[in-house]
């Protein structure tokens, strides 16, 4: 079946503007994560939703970050007033369930670039 | 908090050798889960391989094996007959429960021809 797609794949960002960023997770999966990759590191945590219910969002650097997943499936990541410290991968991975998620798949990431 | 240290920035073999991939991690959790992650220039995380802190027996995966030190919290992982293919970013990381995944800071192994 589908994996978890992400678009864009690519997305340049003139700083100030505003990015969304869209996560279609594998069909079912009940748990979706977003996480943050700078160049050269490892990926960090931003938020995590239980189908659409946001449980977590202890990662989220600022409130310019703002997440939602208003149906239980489909996500969004919007960037607002998008700075250049925002330049990054973000990977958004799912989990068919709700108490351990250790099946996490991974999507191809987005790249943002802000200028 | 859950830490993940790669010691290894980098590391370079030639095809067919064995490689070992360094990974430590610091917690006070009794159960919990460890990953080894390959990412591509693709960037797709893929999982290699995942070892449960209660199960005693060391993962394996075809070519790919764990070395799981629970006491001394090592994770480190065991690439057999390296092909080209392995070439990637490889990243360790940590989880307990219905918690995120914690990731070290990678280590770019290159497989040379």
């Known amino acids: 079946g589908a994996g978890v797609s992400q678009s864009p794949r690519y997305k340049v960002a003139k700083r100030g503007q505003d990015v969304a960023l869209r996560c279609d997770p594998i069909?079912?999966?009940?748990?979706l994560f977003w996480y943050q990759q700078a160049l050269g590191q490892g990926p960090e945590f931003l938020t995590y939703?239980?189908?659409?219910?946001?449980?977590?969002k202890s990662g989220l650097p600022s409130d310019r970050f703002f997440a939602e997943r208003p149906e239980g499936s489909v996500s969004t990541l919007k960037i607002q007033r998008t700075q250049q410290e925002d330049s990054a991968v973000y990977l958004c991975?799912?989990?068919?369930?709700?108490?351990?998620?250790?099946?996490?798949?991974f999507g191809p990431g987005t790249r943002l670039t802000v200028t | 908090a859950q830490t993940v240290t790669q010691s290894q920035p980098e590391m370079s073999v030639q095809e067919a050798e064995t490689v070992t991939l360094s990974c430590t991690y610091d917690?006070?959790?009794?159960?919990?889960?460890l990953f080894w992650y390959k990412q591509p220039p693709s960037r797709q995380m893929i999982l290699v391989i995942r070892?449960?802190?209660?199960?005693?027996q060391n993962a394996t995966e075809n070519r790919f094996s764990v070395n799981f030190q629970k006491a001394a919290k090592s994770f480190s992982l065991k690439i057999s007959d390296s092909q080209l293919g392995d070439t990637a970013m490889y990243f360790c990381?940590?989880?307990?429960?219905?918690?995120?995944?914690?990731f070290g800071q990678g280590t770019r192994l290159t497989i040379n021809p």
């Open positions: 991975a799912s989990s068919p369930r709700s108490d351990y998620h250790y099946e996490q798949y």
């Open positions: 069909s079912g999966h009940v748990s």
């Open positions: 939703f239980q189908n659409e219910a946001q449980l977590d």
């Open positions: 917690t006070s959790e009794s159960n919990y889960y």
């Open positions: 070892q449960e802190a209660y199960k005693q």
């Open positions: 990381a940590f989880m307990k429960g219905a918690q995120k995944l914690v």
